[in-house]
């Protein structure tokens, strides 16, 4: 199953082009690219929610600006919570898994 994954995240690496309206219509080139990797990830706990702050992802800390939508999705017995989080520059789609307690970095999207 890994290594099928491996494959399709080499093989969905694309680059979408999209308008954005700045000083009239311009060209912005936004970059998606499928992670699947593991991450650590410090969250805070309140108000029947929890909130990730910071992520590491290959030894770079990301300090999350905003929580854009979180939504949930069952995988068999696993219950995953996923995030689509912002920083400055960048946007992201992290994942938690309840049964292990795992984070992962599922995408990333990059505009420039």
């Keep these: 199953m890994r290594s099928r994954r491996r494959r399709e995240k080499q093989s ?4 979408e082009i ?3 309206r700045v ?3 311009a060209m912005v080139a936004t970059m998606y ?3 699947d990797e593991p991450i650590k990830v410090l969250v805070s706990f309140g108000q029947n929610q929890v909130r990730p702050l910071i992520f590491e992802w290959r030894g770079k800390k990301y300090e999350i600006d905003k929580v854009n939508l979180v939504h949930q999705q ?3 017995n696993d219950k995953l ?4 989080v912002s920083d400055q520059a960048n946007y992201f789609k992290l994942s938690f898994n309840t049964r292990d307690f795992n984070w992962r970095l599922e995408e990333l999207y990059t505009e420039g």
Excluded: H, K, L, V
């Excluded at 969905?12 to 680059?15: E, P, V």
């Excluded at 919570?81 to 689509?84: L, T």
């Design 33 to 35: 690219e499928t992670i």
């Design 18 to 20: 999209a308008i954005s």
């Design 23 to 25: 000083a009239g219509f």
């Design 12 to 15: 969905r690496y694309f680059i």
């Design 74 to 76: 069952r995988a068999g």
């Design 81 to 84: 919570y996923y995030f689509s």
